[in-house]
């Protein structure tokens, strides 16, 4: 890759290329759980911008310009009075579109305050996650992804922070290859003990561990279908027994995957940038069968992490807590049983920005290529003005983006795609909630 091409593809300023096309979609800014506290006001940075979000009394969100736009201090240190956020520098205060309310130091009669209207972007709040758009069109309905259209009770939110472009940590979740080195164990977990956890529960309907196929088959078929959504990707791995593992993993535009985690539940990921060296995950665990255990996926998770920033454990400054020992007898990394452990390293270890004019894309890589070519069309199209992105739909074509399938399954290797159809026709129709994606909901449902 050319060095331009690169910088293209990877910064996201409000003037970047990239950045213009990121700024289209609705992007995870915050989880719901930090704003869970006696004072609703969080500062974000987001794509280089630097922004205070908070909730008033009428628990309603607002997603404010940082600096106060009198004297350009911090409005994260605001007060929350008067159902808006109170600058503490002169007592100016806004609301969440916001529009400034009063100006208490400036003289009685002045109205000046109705004047004055600081950087606000949409925000909504979605089974713990709170979405921003900071576009300059009219902002759109979000897909119907099955995280969204679960009910509360069935998703559970975390998210962690990289310390690399959100670039290469999307790529890391639309190479399907790596799974079979990366994240190989040397033996099988007992699947009762893998709630939470992803790739140990045997695959749906049989006593074969997912961690057995990946270690045993492991150059993949790996094909690349073009979607309303993105990108669905296809591994196939032929069990030389006449039947086939089909792996279905997804790339929903622009910085979002969608994988499964277990045979009931999938996780939805997007790789958000802070700035260019540093982006969030923002995970949407999703059960089709029983309600999510949030406390204890909660618990494992906070384990590995440390809050406020939700800041890894293991990092480079801990080697990423590699293990000579364990790397000879039981994982391939030697870094440990969680795999996001491993895909943390694979992308910080890259460099913060990864050089790509040093890498050779291979067979393997092809989602990559597909995705990477798929951001330069839009690039293209969000300059000329074209309405018409990938993955953005409104009013009632939003039922026309629903799920994706995510899944493992194994079936005849005669008809490799009614493996993970027929897979995820089973689950849907088995699930506790409306998952069904073949039919259009009306509006009481
Ligand atoms: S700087 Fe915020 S009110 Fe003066
Ligand atoms: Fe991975």
């Known amino acids: 890759m050319r060095e331009d091409r690169n910088k293209l593809l990877t910064e996201t300023t409000p003037r970047s290329s990239a950045g213009k096309v990121l700024r289209q979609y609705w992007v995870p800014v915050a989880l719901t759980e930090e704003l869970d506290n006696q004072r609703a006001v969080l500062p974000i940075k987001i794509m280089h911008e630097e922004l205070v979000l908070f909730r008033d009394k009428n628990n309603n969100l607002g997603l404010l310009d940082r600096q106060c736009p009198h004297r350009g201090v911090d409005l994260s240190y605001g007060r929350l009075e008067n159902n808006g956020l109170r600058c503490v520098f002169h007592g100016w205060c806004f609301d969440k579109s916001g529009q400034c309310l009063e100006q208490p130091g400036e003289p009685e009669n002045s109205k000046l305050y109705q004047r004055i209207k600081t950087k606000s972007y949409p925000v909504m709040e979605i089974n713990g996650v709170v979405f921003a758009y900071m576009g300059d069109r009219e902002e759109t309905t979000p897909p119907q992804l099955d995280c969204f259209r679960a009910p509360d009770s069935h998703v559970f939110a975390f998210k962690g922070k990289w310390e690399c472009n959100w670039l290469q940590a999307l790529e890391v979740g639309i190479d399907p290859v790596h799974a079979s080195f990366l994240h190989r164990f040397f033996t099988d977990e007992d699947p009762s003990d893998q709630y939470g956890k992803q790739f140990r529960d045997n695959t749906a309907g049989t006593n074969i561990p997912i961690t057995k196929v990946l270690r045993e088959f492991h150059r993949p078929d790996i094909h690349v279908d073009e979607t309303n959504y993105g990108l669905r990707i296809k591994t196939f791995r032929n069990l030389n027994n006449g039947s086939t593992h089909a792996r279905i993993t997804n790339q929903i535009f622009p910085c979002a995957i969608s994988i499964p985690m277990s045979n009931s539940m999938t996780i939805t990921q997007w790789h958000v940038p802070v700035d260019d060296e540093n982006c969030y995950w923002y995970a949407m665990f999703t059960s089709f069968d029983e309600p999510i255990d949030k406390e204890k996926m909660r618990a494992q ?99 026309t983006i629903r799920g994706p399938i995510a899944l493992d399954a194994i079936g005849s290797s005669e008809d490799q795609d009614s493996i993970w159809l027929a897979g995820d026709q089973k689950r849907r129709s088995q699930s506790s909630w409306n998952a069904n994606l073949y039919y259009k909901e009306t509006e009481n449902d």
């Open 301 to 399: 998770r906070l384990a590995d992490h440390s809050l406020p920033e939700y800041l890894p454990k293991n990092n480079k400054k801990n080697r990423y807590g590699f293990d000579r020992k364990e790397q000879e007898t039981q994982t391939y990394t030697g870094m440990g049983m969680d795999i996001n452990v491993h895909d943390q390293w694979a992308c910080e270890s890259m460099g913060t920005i990864q050089d790509r004019t040093n890498e050779h894309l291979a067979t393997t890589d092809k989602a990559i290529s597909a995705y990477r070519r798929m951001l330069l069309q839009s690039i293209t199209k969000v300059e000329d003005g074209d309405q018409e992105l990938i993955g953005i739909v409104s009013g009632d074509d939003a039922y």
